[in-house]
T-cell receptor
Framework: SAVISQKPSRDICQRGTSLTIQCQVD?????MFWYRQQPGQSLTLIAT?????????ESGFVIDKFPISRPNLTFSTLTVSNMSPEDSSIYLC????????????FGQGTRLTVV | GENVEQHPSTLSVQEGDSAVIKCTYS??????FPWYKQELGKRPQLIID?????GEKKDQRIAVTLNKTAKHFSLHITETQPEDSAVYFC?????????FGKGTTLSVSS
């Protein structure tokens, strides 16, 4: 299994500001994923973060709004930029160990409230 | 891209009954279908998964069936217990990134 630490666990931010969420994994992984889970809803994939290349964003998510860094095989950050109340959500990072299509492990999530 | 539909959105059963949750997917190239359980305020946890070369998989009270022709898969929980109460998500994947269904809130009353 994987131990994933996300920081911060929660934050309350003013609209127009930015928040950077950190995700640290206890082992090297090829791909890391960022999801958004709005209150009472499902998980929506924001982007796939690959080490050594630009992140791949899903439809409806853009790099200017959600810049992602992946400096090494155990760490990634997601920034939520120029926040509005609609960005209030839980953001989760996820990793898969080994080859593709194996169990995905999730961080504990970052609960973001934008006021 | 992939689209995953999940039904029902809520399911209430009596303790000891069976529960069935169904999902359909759109991309015939998807080949991995996990099910996650999420308790309130916690992260999703894998409970069972199935790959496209298998039609059925069972783990104690939990089973998953897959029909690739019809592009649907189902979660079966037998002898439900109150601790099974949670939100269950199905997902589909072909290249590692998971696309989730909208979730089913299962309530098991004793």
């Amino acid at each position: 299994s994987a131990v994933i630490s996300q920081k911060p666990s929660r934050d309350i931010c003013q609209r127009g500001t930015s928040l950077t969420i950190q995700c640290q994994v206890d082992s090297q992984v090829t791909m890391m994923f960022w999801y958004r889970q709005q209150p009472g809803q499902s998980l929506t994939l924001i982007a796939t973060a690959n080490q050594g290349s630009e992140a791949t964003y899903e439809s409806g998510f853009v790099i200017d709004k959600f810049p992602i860094s992946r400096p090494n095989l155990t760490f990634s950050t997601l920034t939520v930029s120029n926040m509005s109340p609609e960005d209030s959500s839980i953001y989760l990072c996820s990793v898969e160990l080994g080859t593709v299509n194996t169990e995905a492990f999730f961080g504990q999530g970052t609960r973001l409230t934008v006021v | 891209g992939e689209n995953v539909e999940q039904h029902p959105s809520t399911l209430s059963v009596q303790e000891g009954d069976s529960a069935v949750i169904k999902c359909t997917y759109s991309d015939s190239a998807s080949n991995y279908f996990p099910w996650y359980k999420q308790e309130l305020g916690k992260r999703p946890q894998l409970i069972i998964d199935i790959r496209s070369n298998v039609g059925e998989k069972k783990d104690q009270r939990i089973a998953v069936t897959l029909n690739k022709t019809a592009k649907h898969f189902s979660l079966h929980i037998t002898e439900t217990q109150p601790e099974d109460s949670a939100v269950y998500f199905c997902a589909a994947s072909k290249r590692a990134a998971l696309i989730f269904g909208k979730g089913t809130t299962l309530s098991v009353s004793s």
